[in-house]
């Protein structure tokens, strides 16, 4: 226990229940645990100094030492399923856990490599698919642009056919008309070519 507490940078907060008195059982003290501050909880040390110097030491930076905690196991738990993305923070967490981190200097418990590495590889990846939205979200807006100007084309080229078409429709009713008046005109030549010749034989007898 102690050595996970000390791979994982956890606070140590040693109690003397005891005096340590067989070299032996000296030499076999983790270094961290004889290393740290002891609070004495001897039989013939006072209960509520004891109590509130642990209560103290408990207290200090609680909310750093519960982040610790938080990060710690999201980052063990990437690590044992492979650190896929899946397991990585974003968004708020993402936020939170990067203010800790930029926080946690020369605090106890200290950040773990485990930690600061799941912490980056949380901000690469988010950064990542910010990247794919904004890529995607630009190619969309490019297709639409397109389609929009093509659009424009179509429709004018459209409205210049039908244009074409309205004014080969007047020509073609302007060419009625004109053939229609030729065909009056001759036909009136034609009547007065009648009425001349008609004229001219009653005369002749």
């Not at 519960?66 to 044992?80: C, P």
């Not at 590889?121 to 093509?150: D, H």
């Amino acid at each position: 226990e102690v050595k996970y507490a000390v791979e994982n940078n956890k606070r140590l907060i040693p109690l003397l229940r005891e005096e340590i008195e067989s070299e032996e059982a000296k030499a076999a003290m983790h270094p961290m645990i004889s290393s740290h501050n002891w609070i004495f909880c001897r039989e013939s040390d006072d209960y509520d100094d004891m109590l509130n110097l642990l209560k103290e030491a408990l207290d200090t930076d609680l909310e750093h030492s519960r982040a610790h905690t938080r990060i710690l196991v999201r980052a063990r738990e990437w690590d044992t399923k492979g650190r896929s993305n899946s397991f990585l923070f974003s968004g708020e967490e993402l936020t939170d856990a990067e203010q800790w981190l930029s926080h946690a200097s020369g605090k106890e418990p200290e950040p773990t490599e485990l930690q600061m590495q799941y912490v980056y590889e949380s901000r690469k990846a988010y950064n990542r698919r910010q990247q794919l939205i904004v890529g995607a979200s630009l190619g969309a807006a490019v297709i639409s642009t397109i389609l929009a100007i093509a659009a424009v084309i179509f429709f004018l080229r459209a409205e210049e056919q039908r244009q074409i078409a309205e004014d080969q429709r007047q020509i073609a009713d302007e060419q009625r008309v004109i053939a229609e008046s030729n065909a009056e005109e001759a036909s009136s030549l034609a009547l007065a070519a009648n009425e001349s010749a008609g004229y001219q034989s009653l005369r002749t007898d």
